[in-house]
């Protein structure tokens, strides 16, 4: 760790055994508080980490929630136990439920509706398998389609949903419309074609 010098300008003065003594006594007093001093001021400097990383984490963790409340997109946080830990306010809105009335609640319990579903079929498959799963489903309560992203998680399960409705409508509408078109097609008394941009015959229906 180091040494102790003693000098002494006294040329009459000679070190005995008792100084000897007093200055091992002393060394390893010293030394013992140096050593204490030193494991306190680690301690510290751990402490001082620990600290600023519990902040770095809080602020993370802040900011995480903060997207999640102001994003429209609804958000489900589940435990091994499928108990709800955390929903955001697009979940609670779009249910008309109170986040802290469904704190502890299996997922289950507050959407029965999901059992026996894909809803269950693909969250059990995500958390057996421990990979996401991507799904559409239409949500009977509110005749509502759904897309859902369900990522497993040291916790449990973090689902993502988004009301797609608009898309269904749009894509059943485009769906009819071809339907139509391929009527009118297949049974025109004329004979009709369909070619590509190099004028080359890509159909044809039955009249011709």
């Not at 984490?57 to 946080?77: G, H, M």
């Not at 399960?157 to 419309?177: A, G, M, P």
């Amino acid at each position: 760790m180091g040494s102790i010098w003693l000098v002494t300008h006294n040329p009459a003065r000679h070190f005995d055994l008792e100084d000897q003594r007093i200055l091992t006594n002393l060394s390893g007093f010293i030394g013992v508080a140096l050593a204490n001093l030193r494991a306190r001021q680690v301690a510290e400097e751990l402490l001082q980490r620990e600290q600023a990383a519990q902040q770095a984490f809080d602020r993370a963790a802040n900011r995480a929630i903060q997207i999640l409340e102001s994003t429209t997109d609804c958000f489900v946080s589940l435990d091994h136990e499928w108990r709800i830990t955390y929903i955001n306010q697009a979940t609670a809105k779009l249910n008309n439920l109170s986040p802290v009335d469904t704190i502890g609640k299996t997922y289950w319990e507050v959407w029965s509706w999901s059992r026996g579903t894909i809803v269950e079929q693909n969250y059990r498959q995500a958390v057996a398998n421990q990979t996401p799963v991507h799904f559409e489903v239409l949500y009977e309560p509110l005749t509502m389609w759904l897309e859902i992203h369900a990522y497993p998680s040291i916790e449990g399960l973090n689902i993502f949903c988004r009301d797609i409705s608009d898309h269904k409508q749009v894509e059943t509408t485009l769906y009819q419309q071809f339907a139509e078109i391929e009527a009118i097609y297949n049974t025109a008394p004329i004979g009709l074609a369909i070619l590509d941009v190099n004028l080359r015959f890509v159909r044809l229906n039955q009249k011709l």
